[in-house]
C-alpha cells in the first residue's frame, strides 16, 4: 500500500546530495599572482619572488550542512628554499588575497578560517623547522593562536601532487584534514558563531604567497559535495535513517494513537523531538505527514481522524519552531494499511502517521 503513496509522491524531487562535477574556471575568481592552467587547475603563484596570488570558488558552501571536499595541490619542486605555503581559507565573504611572503595570501583576512601547508621555517611564528600543516583562523599566523597543529609534514615540495581532503560535519562542529588519505589534524568548535560572525554561508578559496625564497604553487580542484542530508547519530534506527535519507515513506514507530483517537500517548513526543531536530539540522528539507487509521469504525469519521492525527504531528513540530510552510499534512483514513486489520497488533500498526522528507524544488 505503501507503493500507492510512493507513486503519489513520486514527483517530489528527494536530493540525497548535491555533487559538484565538471568544474568550469568561471566558477572561480583569479586574482593577484594567480592564473589558470586547466578547467579546475591554477597556479596560484609562479616560482619568482614577493608575489602572492589566490583562487575564489565564486559559489559559496553552506556550513550548516555537511561537506567534503578534495584538491590536489602541487607546492614547487624546490625542498631546500621553497617558500612560502598555501592555505585554504573559509571566509563569509567573496574574498581577496592577503599579504605576501610567511603571510601566504591569509594574514589579513578577518573572520576567516584556514587550513595552512607551509613550507618556510619562520622562526619567529614558531614554524616547525619541516614543512607543516595547522588549522588557523582570522588571518593570524603565529601558532599560539593555532586552531589545531602545526604538525609535521614530509617534505611536500617533491614535484608531485598531493591531495588533499577537506571533511565538515556541523552535527559535530568537527574539522578534519587528510593529506595523501591520512588524516593530520581535526579541529572541533562552533566556527560559524566563533569565525563567520554567525554566517553560514561561506566561500573558499586557496591562497599562496612567496617572498625572499620561491616555489611555483598549483592545485586543481577534485571534489566537493555540499551534502543536504545529515541525521544525528543518536536520532533514529539504522534503517530509518536510511529511509530519511533516501526518500523513503517512514511510519514513526513510537508515535501511538488510541483508536478513534488523534492525541498521542506521552511517549510519543520522543520519536516526534527526534524528527524536530532532523528538520533543524536540514533546513532545506520539507515533510509530508500522512495520516492513517485502522479499519474498525466508519470510513468517513477514520478520514477526519486520520488527518487530525496528522495535523496534531505538524502541530506539535511547529509548536517546536519548524517554520509552518515546512510541513504539509493530509489524512487518508484505512484506505492503506500496511498490517492485517484482523489482530489487534495489526489495528495498532495502521493507527499510525507516516512521514516523507523532501527538498522543495526552487
Ligand atoms: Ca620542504
Ligand atoms: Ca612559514
Known sequence: MQKIILTFIAALLFLV???QSGFKSEDFRISGAASKIGESCF???PDEQWVSGSIWHKQALDFNLPFEMELKIMMGCNDRWGADGIVLAFVPYMARTGYTGEGMGFRGLPHSLGIEIDTYYNTHLDDLESDHIAIMANGYLHHASSLAGPVAIPNIEDCRFHLLKIIWSPSSKQIEVYIDGKMKLSYKGDVVKDIFMGDSKIYWGITAATGRYTNKHEFCLEKIENKVVTVSEKDFDIVT???LTQGQIVSLKGV??????SSFSDNSTEELDKLYRFLKDNPKHSISVSGHTD????????KAISEQRAKAVADYLKKRGIEADRIKYGGYGGKYPTASNQTEAGRKQNRRVDIYVYVPQA
Open 17 to 19: 546530495s548535491v555533487a
Open 43 to 45: 597556479q596560484l603563484v
Open 241 to 243: 535513517k536510511r529511509n
Open 256 to 261: 501511538e494513537f488510541n483508536s478513534g483517537s
Open 295 to 302: 479499519s474498525s469504525g466508519n470510513p468517513s469519521t477514520n
